[in-house]
């Protein structure tokens, strides 16, 4: 039953037709598997017939050749009786075949049961004379009339003469009669079959002619119908309607289709108000909007897009997506997002994006937004940020050149003072000690001044790189008090290391700039001591494999307000204004250092009291490895070791000079540039080269370059002094292939460790 209460007609005739089909296939194999058997039958029936009287004719043969072995014997006098007794057996085996034959026929073939049953009668029969023939022929053969022809032809007449031999005709004429029986029967059936088969196909065709009526009336026409309603559906014509008046599933589906129509309809006319709602407020969009269909048609366009390029469709303003660009937009179903500017001169972001009408059409739908305002904000932020690197780039420069022109002289005034405090010849009075000892001091403070800004200029440039390695911090807390003990010696301040490690603790840190930070951290305890105070460098473990690093003294004090400011650059704290000189730079340096090391840097203070400033550092999980930085103390330099010193300043030459002077095993040549430097390598056995990195006209690339093309310095080490400090100044010397380098002013010791760690062993 449907939905609407009435039968399902076509259901059930469909299912009549197709079952009594099923039954007409079904009694077709049936038939044909009958015809088969019977085929089979008679095929098999036939073969008795056919047998018997291939058997038949061999026996006559048999008898003949029997008829012969006589003659030859009686005529002849050949003793024959061997193979007649083979002979006879032979035959016996034939009549033995006959009536097996004879006995399977009758038990398959049962409707001619009485007849087999007397043939088997006749071979019986036969079987009984030739058996008496067997033992008469032996005692002819034995008798008085043995070698006579007329004696044995009466002999031979009497057993198996004519009327043996009529009989056994007559046995091969039944046979035959029956194989034409057996095929008249075989013939009547096949008829009976072939008169079936014809009326099965003659029944199927009218099945058939009766089906393709029935889905022409029931479903062809009704279908079509319905085929041609939901393409005018697919092309937007939602007012067709299919006739409802059958009752099968064919108007159950035609009323289904109409309701389907009918909220299609409904939905289209909806969707038309939504349209028209969505056009309306795209209209008042602050932005320029449009669709445009394949053949460069505008369905629709808003207000602003109208005022700004007018609703001409020959309007410049539709090559913005016109062309070959609206199909590809439409086939690759992906948006574009692009910039254009307009006749006008004002610049647009287009976004164009493939869009579906709710008739189905293809539609590309375009949004432009005036962007000329951020894009010129755009071009003047390029612009200021091309001014702002040209002007760092310029700072860098300029930083650069004031190092080198403030380390050069500083190499002559430090370097020389260096060498008047070693010089104990003449004994110095107390004042010309304290006056060279003055000049060293500010030497040292102007460098320090110079290294500070250089270093805080790179740090806010981001052009200071770290290479952290495991470092000991034993090593770098000896080496810094090593270095100020003699300015705290001069301010009667106590300065000590107050805990040793047992094994000593690694950081993982930068070990120049942790040297820096730590010098840093203990200069300004000094300074700010009293004479008789005390400064104290500890380290201890920290929480979270931090280590840290403090230096306690028992200075002056700084004012809780004072915080905010102590690590920033160029803040002076007001309580030490008029007492102690200083640019307030180096503390944001070490902050800035040590926070770029994964670290943190901190203090705590009492007025009167002293402070107590710390820095926390990564612990390394490895040791040093064992092959240390530290100097070898096995090396030392070869009598008369050859070093050539490539210089153009004569003040640092005469430096230079001074302070190889006292070393007898030393022999100092110098040049004034590159060139001569060759020339001068030519005549000699050079164990060491020393060039200033910034020569004029060179750099120190190219120069080192130079060097290493000819044979007589190319495996000499090469050691460059360079008087620029920023960190782009020690990239590129040590880019360039040097085997060490040094800063300007020299720090003789210094100089002295790194020629010891250069030249081969001795």
Not at 524 to 548: L, Q, S
Not at 581 to 597: D, H, R, Y
Not at 739 to 759: A, C, F, G, R, V
Request: hydrophobic share 40%; with cysteine; charged share 25%.
């Amino acid at each position: 039953m449907n939905p609407t209460g009435h039968p399902l007609s076509l259901k059930k005739k469909l299912i009549a037709f197709f079952s009594f089909l099923f039954l007409l296939f079904v009694s077709a194999g049936i038939l044909g598997l009958y015809i088969l058997d019977q085929i089979e039958y008679y095929e098999k029936r036939l073969q008795y017939p056919q047998s018997k009287i291939y058997l038949i004719n061999q026996l006559t043969l048999a008898i003949h050749e029997v008829e012969h072995k006589l003659d030859e014997q009686i005529l002849d006098g050949k003793n024959a009786s061997a193979s007649l007794e083979a002979q006879h057996k032979k035959n016996l085996d034939l009549f033995e075949q006959l009536k097996t034959l004879s006995r399977e026929e009758m038990a398959f073939v049962r409707e001619t049961f009485l007849e087999e049953q007397a043939e088997l009668k006749t071979i019986e029969e036969l079987e009984a004379v030739y058996l008496e023939f067997q033992p008469k022929t032996q005692d002819f053969l034995a008798g008085p009339s043995a070698g006579s022809i007329n004696p044995y032809a009466n002999f031979f007449e009497e057993t198996l003469g004519r009327s043996y031999q009529k009989r056994i005709h007559q046995f091969l004429a039944d046979e035959l009669q029956e194989i034409e029986q057996t095929h008249l029967e075989l013939a009547s059936h096949l008829q009976f079959f072939r008169l079936l088969i014809v009326l099965s196909i003659g029944i199927a065709i009218l099945l058939l002619v009766f089906l393709y009526s029935l889905i022409q009336k029931e479903l062809a026409k009704p279908i079509e119908a319905l085929t041609t309603a939901a393409k005018k559906v697919g092309a937007g014509d939602f007012c067709i309607r299919l006739d409802e008046s059958s009752q099968n599933e064919i108007g159950f589906l035609s009323k289904t289709f109409n309701t389907m129509s009918r909220e299609l309809e409904a939905s289209h006319n909806a969707a038309l108000k939504e349209r028209q709602k969505l056009f309306s407020m795209l209209d008042k969009l602050p932005v320029c909007f449009h669709l445009q269909a394949k053949d460069h048609s505008v369905p629709f366009s808003n207000k602003m897009f109208r005022d700004r390029f007018g609703e001409s469709q020959k309007n410049p303003c539709y090559s913005l997506v016109h062309g070959s660009d609206t199909l590809k937009i439409i086939e690759s179903k992906t948006e574009q997002s692009s910039t254009w500017q307009a006749m006008d001169g004002r610049i647009y972001l287009v976004v164009c994006a493939p869009f579906t009408d709710v008739d189905g059409s293809e539609l590309v739908m375009e949004m432009a937004v005036d962007i000329t305002e951020r894009e010129n904000a755009k071009t003047e932020l390029v612009k200021a940020k091309k001014t702002a690197e040209q002007a760092n780039q310029a700072k860098s420069q300029f930083l650069a050149r004031m190092s080198h022109e403030f380390r050069t002289p500083l190499n002559s005034i430090l370097g020389f003072g260096q060498l008047l405090e070693m010089d104990d010849e003449p004994p110095k009075s107390e004042e010309q000690k304290e006056n060279l000892s003055r000049i060293l001091r500010a030497g040292e403070q102007l460098l320090e001044l110079v290294d500070g800004i250089l270093d805080l200029s790179a740090l806010d440039a981001g052009e200071i790189s770290l290479s952290p390695h495991t470092v000991n911090l034993s090593e770098i807390v000896d080496n810094a008090i090593s270095l100020l003990r003699p300015r705290a010696l001069e301010g009667e301040v106590t300065l000590q290391f107050d805990n040793y490690f047992e094994p000593p603790l690694f950081a993982h840190a930068d070990a120049s700039r942790l040297r820096q930070i730590l010098t840093t951290l203990i200069a300004n305890a000094v300074k700010f001591t009293r004479p008789g105070g005390k400064v104290c460098v500890g380290v201890e473990m920290r929480e979270g494999d931090f280590i840290r690093v403090g230096v306690r003294d028992t200075g002056i004090g700084i004012p809780e307000d004072n915080r905010k400011q102590m690590f920033k650059a160029f803040s002076r704290i007001s309580h030490f204004n008029d007492e102690i000189t200083g640019a307030g730079i180096n503390l944001a340096v070490a902050k800035q250092l040590i926070e770029m090391m994964g670290g943190r840097i901190d203090y705590e203070s009492v007025v009167g009291e002293g402070s107590y400033f710390y820095f926390d550092i990564p612990q390394s999980t490895q040791g040093l490895s064992a092959d240390s930085s530290q100097p070898d103390s096995g090396r030392q330099t070869e009598a008369k070791t050859k070093i050539l010193y490539i210089e153009n300043t004569p003040d640092s030459i005469e430096l230079m000079k001074q302070i190889f002077a006292e070393n007898p095993k030393i022999k100092l040549y110098t040049a004034g540039n590159v060139e001569e430097g060759i020339q001068a390598a030519q005549s000699l056995e050079l164990d060491l080269i020393l060039m200033d990195a910034n020569l004029p006209g060179e750099n120190g690339k190219t120069a080192f370059e130079q060097l290493q093309s000819v044979f007589k310095t190319r495996k000499v080490p090469i050691i460059a002094l360079t008087a620029g400090s920023m960190q782009t100044d020690i990239n590129q010397v040590a880019q360039s292939g040097f085997h060490s380098y040094i800063t300007k002013p020299i720090n003789i010791p210094e100089l002295k460790e790194l020629i010891s760690k250069t030249l081969p062993k001795t």
